[in-house]
């Protein structure tokens, strides 16, 4: 991912969540983007030199006692672009960053309700992991 | 959740068909496979006809065929054709009599919500694909020993 590249993966993430978040996206730019390191990763993928897709994750230590694995925790394509393997494309490129930085489990966190993005996991071989998410209101 | 055994079949008979969409599948094929009765089968058979996920062929070489749209199709659309996943029947009435029924109706109905998710999030063409690495496993070992 560029810098040139962020309207583009503003406008795709706000037109699918329904929420612009500009400022999150050049955070989240400025710490997965070119400083990213070996162990943060973000990618777009290009058509014409359009912008339509983008995945975003990172090699996590050691989190809740578990051994160092990759995190997948934003993938996204433009509505028109799907079906066209473009999420399967940008899965298998993370996937790859994180091989190269030594971890064999890759893993991500789906809301329950959304089917579009859990059908696409559970279709490039994901199964549930052995954590049951928990949450609390402490309003 | 435990699915009943017209759900099971429904599932399995789909696993058949659209692994093999190029040829009709019959139905004594399954039943035998299965160890089920034929005419239990023939039942489930009907209803996914109706529900147009098979295609029926009368006559020599006659069978079933897959007819639905494996990248779409869903365990859970199969699931629902069956049995009605809204609610336990009858809990509503017992879920309002105490809280520690209430609480109990909570976590049943936290169990039940996971259960609807990943149903939902299976399709038939993942099925197959789990189907085939279930085959390799099984297959693995034996290769390695001889």
């Not at chain 1, 997948?72 to 940008?90: D, H, K, N, Q, Y």
């Not at chain 2, 020599?60 to 869903?74: K, S």
């Amino acid at each position: 991912m560029q810098a040139d590249d962020l309207d583009q993966v503003i406008a795709i993430d706000a037109r699918v969540t329904g929420v612009e978040k500009t400022d999150y996206w050049y955070e989240v730019f400025h710490r997965y983007g070119t400083r990213g390191g070996r162990q943060r990763f973000c990618f777009v993928a290009e058509l014409d030199g359009a912008v339509e897709g983008f995945v975003v994750g990172e090699v996590r230590d050691w989190e809740f006692g578990e051994p160092p694995c990759g995190w997948v925790f934003g993938i996204s394509v433009r509505p028109e672009a799907r079906l066209g393997g473009v999420a399967t494309r940008l899965l298998e490129t993370i996937c790859g960053a994180f091989r190269s930085a030594g971890v064999t489990k890759v893993r991500t966190l789906i809301a329950r309700d959304n089917h579009l993005v859990l059908s696409f996991f559970r279709s490039q071989g994901m199964m549930a992991a052995p954590f049951i998410p928990l949450e609390i209101d402490i309003a | 959740m435990k699915l009943q055994k017209s759900t099971s079949l429904a599932l399995v008979s789909v696993l058949e068909a659209a692994a093999n969409p190029d040829r009709q599948v019959a139905a004594a094929e399954i039943a035998e496979k299965y160890d089920v009765s034929p005419h239990h089968l023939a039942k489930v058979l009907r209803e996914l006809g109706r529900a147009g996920i098979m295609e029926s062929a009368r006559g020599v070489g006659g069978g079933y065929r897959f007819t639905g749209n494996a990248r779409r199709l869903t365990l859970m659309d199969l699931i629902e054709l069956f049995e009605d996943l809204s609610g336990r029947a009858g809990d509503e009435e017992r879920i309002a009599a105490t809280a520690e029924d209430r609480a109990l109706g909570r976590v049943l109905a936290e169990i039940d919500e996971i259960a609807r998710a990943t149903f939902r999030s299976i399709t038939i063409d993942t099925m197959l694909k789990l189907v085939e690495r279930e085959r390799h496993a099984a297959a693995a070992p034996q290769a390695a020993a001889v």
